[in-house]
C-alpha cells in the first residue's frame, strides 16, 4: 500500500466566517505558488493541493500565529467516510498508511450545536483508539510534540490533521474559554482579557500591565474593558458619553470623561491605548494612527467592526494602511490581529510600538 500524504491545509474557524478563512488561505497559497482547491463546511474551511503533494511547505509558511480568521490550523489528510458500525477500523487504516507517529490524540469538532451532539460518541471511542494507537506504536512518549486531530464534522465523517509544535492552537478547538468574571459590568471584559492572553505571553502580563500604568479606554461605558485595566492595578481615563458602572468607578482609578473619543487627545504618553467604539473601521484606524504616529501609547488594543461580506478583504486594507502610516511617519511597532472566540463581527487588533 503506498504511503498516505496530507495534502489538506484545515483551518477551523467561527461558524460564517468560513469564506473570510479561505480567502486568507487562498492568500497565502497564490503567494507561495501553490495550486489548491477550496473546500469549507460549517465552522471549517481547507485547501487541497491540486497536484496531490504534500501541503506542509504551504502549512508552514503560512504561520499558524500570523493567520487571522483561523481557530486552528493543520496539515490533514483526505476526509474519512466511516461505518456507523465500525468507526476505528477506518481511522486506523488511514493513520497505518500515512505513517504518522504522535504523541497525543485530540478528538474535536466544529464550533456548532450538531458538533457539540458529538460528544458522547467522541467518549466512548477516544480510549479505545488510544490504546489501539499505542500498541501500534504509532502514539508514543517521543514524537517531536506533534498532535494527532481528529476532526469529526459528523458521527460517520472525519478528517484526520497533524500539528506541529510552535505553529498550532493550544486549545481545544482552537477556543479559549474564560469564566465571565461576576463583578465586571459588562460580557464585553472578555474581549480585552481574551486579546491579552492572545497578544502578550504570560510571563510578560507584569512588565506590560503592570500596576501604576496609565490607559485610555475609548467607548468604556459601561466599563467592560475598564474594569480589566482597573483589576491589573492601572489608571484609566474612561471616554464615553454615556455611564459608566457605579462600582466601578468607586474604585478611584478612573477618570470618566464624557468626551468624543476620536478627537480626545491625552494629557500625556500613556502606557495603553484600547477602543471598543463601534464605528467604521477607516475611522478607528484613522484616531488609532495618529495615537501610535505621535507616540501617545506604548501599547494598543482595539477592534475593527466588519459588518461587511468581505471581512479578509477589508481586514487586509485596513492593516496595510496602518503598516504604511507607521512605516512613512518611522515609527516602528508590531501589528498583530485575530479573530478571537469572542469577538463576533469584528476581529481584535494589537499594536506593540518598538520605543
Ligand atoms: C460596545 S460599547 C463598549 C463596551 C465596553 N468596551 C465594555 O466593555 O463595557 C461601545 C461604546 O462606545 C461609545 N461610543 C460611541 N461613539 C463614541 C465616541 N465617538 N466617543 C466615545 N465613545 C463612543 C458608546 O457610547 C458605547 O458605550
Redesign the pocket.
Known amino acids: 500500500m503506498s504511503e498516505t500524504v496530507p495534502t489538506s491545509w484545515l483551518v477551523y474557524c467561527r461558524p460564517g466566517f468560513e469564506s473570510d478563512a479561505l480567502a486568507e488561505m487562498q492568500h497565502h497559497a497564490k503567494r507561495h505558488d501553490v495550486s489548491c482547491e477550496p473546500a469549507h463546511g460549517e465552522g471549517w474551511a481547507s485547501l487541497t493541493r491540486t497536484d496531490g503533494e504534500p501541503i506542509n511547505d504551504l502549512h508552514r509558511l503560512a504561520a499558524f500565529g500570523k493567520l487571522i480568521f483561523a481557530r486552528q490550523s493543520l496539515a490533514a489528510l483526505p476526509a474519512l467516510a466511516l461505518s456507523r458500525d465500525d468507526r476505528l477500523t477506518a481511522i486506523l487504516e488511514q493513520i497505518k498508511n500515512s505513517r504518522w507517529s504522535f504523541e497525543e490524540i485530540w478528538h474535536e469538532t466544529p464550533d456548532t450545536n450538531d458538533g457539540k451532539a458529538l460528544a458522547g460518541l467522541i467518549k466512548a471511542l477516544t480510549k479505545p483508539l488510544q490504546s489501539m494507537l499505542k500498541k501500534r506504536g504509532a502514539l508514543r512518549g517521543k514524537a517531536g510534540g506533534r498532535r494527532l486531530h481528529i476532526f469529526w464534522t459528523d458521527g460517520d465523517r472525519v478528517q484526520l490533521g497533524m500539528s506541529f509544535p510552535g505553529n498550532r492552537s493550544e486549545l481545544l478547538n482552537g477556543i479559549r474559554r474564560l469564566r465571565f468574571p461576576s463583578r465586571a ?2 460580557r ?2 472578555l474581549k480585552l482579557e481574551e486579546a491579552w492572553h492572545e497578544f502578550i505571553p504570560r510571563e510578560e502580563w507584569d512588565a506590560r500591565l503592570g500596576e501604576h500604568m496609565q490607559a485610555a479606554d ?8 475598564t474594569w480589566q485595566l482597573v483589576q491589573r492595578g492601572m489608571y484609566v481615563y474612561a ?4 455611564p459608566m458602572d457605579k462600582q466601578l468607578m468607586l474604585t478611584g482609578q478612573i477618570d470618566h470623561l464624557k468626551e ?3 478627537t480626545w487627545e491625552p494629557p500625556q504618553r500613556l502606557d495603553w491605548l484600547v477602543c ?4 467604521k473601521p477607516v475611522r478607528v484606524l484613522a484616531m488609532v494612527e495618529r495615537w501610535l504616529t505621535r507616540k501617545w501609547c506604548r501599547e494598543a488594543i482595539f477592534n475593527l467592526k466588519l459588518p461587511m461580506k468581505k471581512r479578509w478583504d477589508e481586514v487586509t486594507r485596513c492593516l496595510t494602511t496602518l503598516e504604511d502610516a507607521l512605516e512613512s511617519a518611522g515609527v516602528h511597532g508590531k501589528v498583530t490581529c485575530r479573530h478571537l472566540y469572542h469577538d463576533r463581527e469584528e476581529v481584535t487588533v494589537h499594536v506593540q510600538l518598538a520605543n
Open positions: 459590568p459588562s464585553s471584559t475609548l467607548g468604556a461605558a459601561p466599563g467592560g474593558w471616554i464615553d458619553n454615556g468624543d473619543g476620536f471598543d467604539i463601534v464605528d
